[in-house]
């Protein structure tokens, strides 16, 4: 692993194009790969002593857990990223295909596997078909380009999926929608959980997200033998074979412009380098209001934010014993789920019955525990934090009571089975990963235009400086992440004069 203010490896081409990536999380590095593979110089500036971002590790008493993302779809994103600097993937990841993304519970004990007979249920694929018509008509335009290019897919080809433009323009709600389609309300919980993919609330969410479940349907679920921080691990080298200079503990503190209108990286060890792009795979939010304020201090304040998305509380237990009636993906539902998304959203309170999502990797890869043990990662949403809120005790309370809740339902065989406890809170979020107000994917997707309300790929007013990464455009999670920095990238080449694949 890169030790602090470590250079993995400088080795330049010709080309002048001088570009400057701050931050090392997904978008940055798929981002920074095509544009070296380009010809550009491209410096990483990562304030961490390892590249990923939100995609990292924890490693405790033999215990292994990964700390961000916990499933993939659409893997052929992170096949084609690899293939288009002249790499195979498959080389130095090995993908596996779950056989069930996830497995529900309810307090009433039902439980339904997400498995391909679920899929297959008729009211479930006819509202797969209602969805697939969204994404067929969508997919192209929206998550491979910029929201000012969507006119580029307009083309004769798809002239025929119009017929689906007005699931689009739709005002319905997601959860409306889906109880329409739905009479079970367990199924109605299941497609709902879906708005939490970019942690908003099915009750605000537009009905058009009901693509998500499509592609998970039509992608399934995935996991990266060894731990999803593998894709980190591997994309950070190659970054480092395609010739991008990597500087781990290096935070940038301001870019400021000369005045030949190229932009200054000033660092906390001082460096004062120059560039001719600036590429801010920092939460774009944040960064706006803090990284830029020397050339552009005109910038808008909270109140005109849009409601953030959620934030996380995360437990990471080690337990001796195994729990085999779980699966490696896990929701245990609340008992009043439109209650719970009220509290957190609405009310922006810890919710008094919260869903609780368990993934177990070992059910899947052997390296996350020792054979008679496991390793969970226990997720619980919150609100994104505000000042004068939940304090560092308040979460640890809050997830010390949920467990214990895991305890006494029987998931956990006791209190002393946990061998190993730690939290990651939304004050961790903020800190660690520079996060706006801790929310997990900046904005809430609430209303029917929220998509074009998150922060552009491009600075709306200053030159030559562009976003990348979950909290702008397409989104949040992994495979939406990779497309955004490969869509800057594209930006940046056609600017430069670089040929890019």
Request: proline content about 4%.
């Amino acid at each position: 692993e890169p030790s602090h203010a470590s250079t993995y490896m400088i080795k330049k081409s010709a080309s002048t194009a001088k570009i400057a990536v701050i931050g090392g999380g997904l978008g940055g590095l798929a981002c920074a790969a095509k544009l070296s593979h380009s010809g550009a110089r491209v410096t990483l500036f990562e304030k961490n002593a390892t590249c990923g971002g939100k995609m990292s590790e924890l490693q405790r008493e033999g215990f292994r857990w990964d700390m961000g993302p916990s499933l993939l779809t659409m893997p052929e994103v992170i096949r084609d990223l690899w293939k288009s600097v002249g790499r195979d993937a498959d080389d130095v990841l090995e993908i596996t295909r779950l056989p069930s993304t996830c497995k529900y519970h309810w307090r009433d004990g039902t439980i339904i596997d997400e498995n391909a007979d679920f899929w297959q249920r008729p009211e479930v694929a006819r509202y797969l078909k209602h969805a697939k018509g969204i994404y067929d008509l969508s997919a192209e335009a929206f998550l491979k380009n910029a929201p000012d290019e969507l006119w580029r897919q307009f083309t004769v080809a798809n002239l025929r999926n119009l017929v689906h433009l007005p699931k689009v323009a739709s005002t319905q709600s997601l959860h409306d929608l889906n109880r329409s389609f739905f009479k079970d309300p367990h199924l109605v919980d299941i497609f709902d959980r879906f708005a939490t993919y970019n942690g908003s609330s099915p009750y605000q969410t537009p009905a058009v997200f009901s693509i998500i479940a499509y592609v998970q349907a039509a992608f399934g679920g995935h996991y990266i033998q060894g731990g999803m921080f593998q894709l980190a691990k591997t994309l950070t080298q190659l970054n480092v074979d395609l010739g991008t200079e990597i500087l781990t503990g290096q935070e940038v503190l301001d870019v400021r412009q000369s005045s030949d209108s190229n932009y200054y990286i000033i660092t906390r060890k001082n460096n004062n380098l120059e560039f001719d792009y600036v590429v801010c795979n920092q939460d774009a939010i944040r960064a706006t209001e803090s990284l830029f304020l020397n050339i552009n201090p005109r910038v808008n304040n909270h109140r005109n934010h849009p409601a953030p998305s959620t934030s996380g509380l995360i437990a990471f237990l080690g337990l001796k014993s195994k729990n085999l009636s779980l699966d490696h993906h896990n929701i245990l539902f609340s008992r009043n789920y439109e209650l719970e998304f009220k509290q957190i959203h609405d009310n922006q309170h810890l919710a008094d019955d919260p869903t609780i999502y368990i993934s177990i990797a070992s059910r899947t890869d052997v390296r996350p525990a020792r054979h008679d043990q496991e390793a969970w990662f226990v997720l619980f949403n919150t609100p994104a934090h505000k000042e004068g809120g939940y304090t560092r005790s308040d979460y640890s309370s809050y997830a010390e009571k949920t467990i214990q809740t895991l305890v006494s339902e029987g998931y956990i065989a006791s209190a002393e089975n946990i061998q190993v406890q730690e939290t990651f809170t939304p004050l961790d979020f903020q800190e660690r990963h520079n996060a706006w107000k801790g929310s997990l994917y900046g904005y809430a997707s609430h209303g029917l235009m929220s998509s074009f309300q998150r922060p552009a790929l491009k600075h709306p007013s200053l030159p030559n400086i562009y976003f990348t990464g979950g909290t702008t455009h397409p989104g949040g999670g992994v495979p939406l992440v990779l497309l955004s920095g490969q869509i800057v990238a594209r930006k940046i080449a056609r600017s430069a004069g670089l040929t890019i694949h």
